[in-house]
């Protein structure tokens, strides 16, 4: 097992506001040793769609990525929100290299399958969708690869992919190779007991308080998918999950960060 690796997934609200987003990557890059970025594209993409004249579809609160979405999509979160990312923390002194699955044939996906509803060119991760060794390459040569949630099937064909997915996927492979730590970054404090109240954190959440939780409607939504996400990484291999807000990165070392998940 070589050494330690942070995987660390930024999203929700801090990527539409420049100010937040630049300060939680000056934090970001003073993190240190060997870390993966992974950012979702915020609200940008359905913006500039509509600007564009394509209406953003959503089902269930996830997105239908059509022909015309999916270029967008690409546009957008693997060129102009990835690309802006990596320029910032080239400012910061952190040498980030911009990816999408694509590039060096980091993240396969396939399709997902039509069901009830057609999802379009929307992404689904399997058990060797990551290439690890590429991604090692660059780790070991010193740099922090960005990934966009833009992924591709082998076939050429680019597919958009959940970005909390792609974290837990970087994570759960890499763990092969190093101690590996996720942390889920966005608005909130961590995981509330009371939406309503940010000072209400849940410190630790074990797999059954979580299951308690949701039974008490006090995770809900689109908290839900992402913890899956989490304690599955934690079957899998990964070390510890964070969850809390990008601002407060700073504070991870200290250990007064979010909420963290635990394996029991």
């Known amino acids: 097992m070589g050494s330690g690796l942070h995987i660390i997934k930024i999203g929700g609200n801090v990527i539409d506001d420049d100010v937040q987003l630049q300060s939680f990557l000056e934090k970001f890059a003073a993190l240190q040793g060997k870390k993966v970025l992974v950012h979702g594209g915020g609200k940008i993409a359905t913006r500039i769609a509509a ?118 996927a970087l994570a759960v492979s890499l763990a092969k190779i190093y101690e590996t730590k996720l942390i889920y970054c966005f608005e909130k404090e961590g995981v509330l007991r009371d939406v309503d109240n940010s000072e209400s954190v849940i410190k630790s959440i074990s797999p059954d308080e979580f299951e308690k939780l949701k039974l008490e409607k006090v995770i809900y939504e689109g908290m839900i998918p992402k913890l899956d996400n989490a304690f599955e990484a934690l079957s899998k291999g990964v070390k510890n999950v964070y969850i809390g807000n990008a601002l407060n990165l700073h504070k991870y070392q200290q250990g007064e960060f979010g909420t963290c998940l635990l394996s029991k």
């Open 51 to 168: 600007d564009l004249g394509i209406e953003a579809k959503m089902i269930n609160g996830r997105r239908i990525t059509d022909k015309a979405m999916l270029d967008v999509a690409t546009m957008v979160y693997a060129g102009l929100t990835n690309k802006h990312v990596v320029s910032s923390l080239q400012k910061f002194g952190c040498d980030a290299l911009g990816l999408s699955g694509a590039d060096g044939n980091t993240i396969k996906a396939i399709k997902r399958p039509v069901r009830e509803i057609d999802y379009g060119y929307a992404g689904d991760i399997l058990v060797d969708s990551v290439n690890t060794l590429s991604i090692k390459k660059f780790l070991e040569a010193g740099f922090t690869p960005v990934f966009s949630a833009i992924t591709h099937n082998g076939l050429g064909q680019l597919l958009n992919t959940n970005a909390d997915t792609i974290a837990s």
